[in-house]
């Protein structure tokens, strides 16, 4: 299982744009990234998910360098419902597991 | 469409009690999974169900059981709770890697 690494933590103003980078240098061929988002005391939702290059829908891009060992979610514009926990997932169809710790992202007014 | 639904929302039990938490999803999904979540840290595995009929072992099946009553269904099962098992327990479904896992609202589990 790929494991990644995230910041713990980040703060922005709202208005920016953040910027959440996750390495994964042990990322297998077969593997996707993939990105979640958490509120205090619900699940995690589903936020963004690519193999390679550059992914973007109505929520956030995802930018994948080609050796991807390495990934980065943009948000454009955060507000401050954004202020949640963001984390990163690494696997195929059938292990996409492990969470970590994640990023703990404050918007601040 | 409810997604991912979980019964209780909220469980206290003492230590050495039974109880098992109910998930059932609606979007047909081949994939179960069961998760907790301790205050700070991130979700950690319990078991997961690929397809109907199988049930594996994920990062911390120690003191749980599983099932998969069917499609639907993926009950969790504390045979002798603990007061290290006191979490909040989250179960996910999914069907293709496209789609990501959905989540259900969680069971904050107290053991006292």
């Known amino acids: 299982l790929a494991k990644t690494t995230q910041p713990i933590s980040m703060d922005s103003y709202e208005g920016q744009e953040v910027n959440i980078t996750c390495s994964h240098n042990n990322i297998a061929t077969n593997d996707y990234i993939t990105w979640y988002q958490q509120f205090p005391s619900q699940g995690p939702r589903f936020i963004i998910q690519g193999y390679k290059t550059k992914v973007t829908n109505e929520v956030a891009s995802l930018f994948i360098p080609a050796d991807r060992k390495s990934s980065t979610l943009s948000l454009p514009r955060v507000s401050l419902s954004d202020t949640a926990v963001y984390y990163c997932?690494?696997?195929?169809?059938?292990?996409?597991?492990?969470f970590g710790t994640g990023t703990s992202l404050t918007v601040i007014p | 469409n409810a997604g991912v639904t979980q019964t209780p929302k909220f469980q206290v039990l003492k230590t050495g009690q039974s109880m098992t938490l109910q998930c059932a999803q609606d979007m047909n999904h081949n994939s179960m999974y069961w998760y907790r979540q301790d205050p700070g840290m991130g979700l950690r595995l319990i078991y997961y169900?690929?397809?109907?009929?199988?049930?594996d072992k994920g990062e911390v099946p120690n003191g749980y059981n599983v099932s998969r009553l069917n499609k639907r269904e993926f009950s969790l099962r504390l045979e002798s709770a603990a007061p290290s098992q006191t979490s909040v327990y989250f179960c996910a479904s999914s069907e293709t890697i496209a789609g990501g896992t959905h989540f259900g609202p969680g069971t904050r589990l107290t053991v006292l």
């Open positions: 169900s690929a397809s109907e009929g199988t049930t």
């Open positions: 997932l690494v696997g195929d169809t059938g292990n996409q597991f492990y």
